[in-house]
């Protein structure tokens, strides 16, 4: 027995479902980003403040707040990815063939910013 394709209100349905997945997405891309943005400049601002003037040693230091932050942004971004990725794969085998998210790319993009931030912070410590 062959499946009837679904009626105009289940396909819009779905693709309600697609959109909301790709907001939520681009969410967590933006949160991730501002994580790894400030930690990347906490790590930068303290660098620059610290060839200025001595301060007391604290008890974590910025640059290590600052990489922290980059690491929790990239993991974030991540698992927010894989839930996408998840998500995605039980809609397509729900309601068939889905559009491409363009929002994945755009978190392959940022991570790999992410990265290289990550890079240049840790190999200066």
Not at 45 to 63: A, C, D, G
Not at 84 to 113: N, V
Request: with cysteine; proline share 4%.
């Amino acid at each position: 027995m062959t499946e009837r394709p679904p009626d105009a209100s289940t396909r819009l349905a779905a693709e309600r479902t697609r959109l909301a997945q790709e907001r939520t997405l681009m969410a967590w891309i933006r949160t991730c980003t501002s994580l790894i943005a400030f930690g990347f400049t906490i790590y930068q601002l303290f660098l620059y403040i610290n060839t200025k003037e001595r301060f007391r040693t604290p008890v974590v230091s910025p640059q290590v707040f600052g990489v922290l932050m980059i690491v929790t942004g990239l993991t974030a971004l991540a698992l927010a990815w894989i839930q996408h990725r998840q998500q995605m794969r039980a809609l397509r085998s729900d309601f068939g063939t889905m559009p491409y998210s363009i929002a994945s790319i755009i978190a392959g993009f940022i991570a790999g910013l992410g990265v290289v931030a990550l890079l240049g912070v840790t190999l200066r410590l």
